[in-house]
């Protein structure tokens, strides 16, 4: 099975920081990569599919990049209601879809 | 509204069996594959299973296999997960979810919680 791994597991950033996260497969996945958001006691939702295309009604400050293997989320100008939980995932279009660890995101 | 519910959890003692549903509304269920995802306290997402959306497939995380089943029924709107054999491990939020492509999830429940404890 592919691995997803996630970096860093937490960050503490300022409002209006720019914020990266990444995500490693263990192999090539193309552009199969998807990015959620959870807040503390709720379901997560989608906020990045195929590695760039942004869900709607997600905000703009929001975007993804990468191909490969390497892949990041950026955050272009961090908001308070930005705290939450980020998770990467594969998106190949096989069982199983492995969730990254996780990315705990906190404000300064 | 577009809508998925979570129903079915609670406390189990280990070794016992558990339903899990999810009642699908506002959209054509039989068109789409659903999963449920799950969340262990204080911990990361993990895919659990999927069923395609004519009920014809369905996939399993190793760790389930043989103890868990999914299955749906089109006509009811409804995806179910039984759970047998239950563990400790097995302790989490169960999170059912709508698949598109068989690549992500646009839209998610808001999860039932299995407490597995003796």
């Known amino acids: 099975d592919i691995q997803m791994t996630q970096s860093p597991s937490s960050l503490s950033a300022s409002v209006g920081d720019r914020v990266t996260i990444t995500c490693r497969a263990s192999q090539s996945i193309s552009s199969y990569i998807n990015w959620y958001q959870q807040k503390p006691g709720k379901a997560p939702t989608l906020l990045i599919y195929?590695?760039?295309s942004l869900q709607s009604g997600v905000p703009s400050r929001f975007s993804g990049s990468g191909s490969g293997t390497d892949f990041t989320l950026t955050i272009s100008s961090l908001q308070p209601e930005d705290c939450a939980t980020y998770y990467c995932q594969l998106g190949y279009n096989t069982a199983p879809l492995t969730f990254g660890g996780g990315t705990e995101v906190e404000i300064k | 509204q577009v809508q998925l519910v979570e129903s079915g959890g609670g406390v189990v003692q280990p070794g016992r069996s558990l339903r899990l549903s999810c009642a699908a509304s506002?959209?054509?269920?039989?068109?789409?594959?659903m999963h449920w995802v799950r969340q262990a306290p204080g911990k990361g997402l993990e895919w659990v299973a999927l069923i395609w959306h004519d009920g014809s497939s369905k996939y399993y995380v190793d760790s389930v296999k043989g103890r868990f089943t999914i299955s749906r029924d089109n006509s009811k709107n409804t995806m179910y997960l039984q759970m047998t054999s239950l563990r400790a491990e097995d302790t989490a939020v169960y999170y059912c979810?709508?698949?598109?492509?068989?690549?992500?999830?646009?839209?998610w429940g808001q999860g039932t919680l299995v407490t597995v404890s003796s």
């Open positions: 195929d590695a760039f």
């Open positions: 506002g959209f054509t269920f039989r068109n789409y594959g």
């Open positions: 979810a709508r698949d598109i492509n068989s690549r992500w999830y646009d839209l």
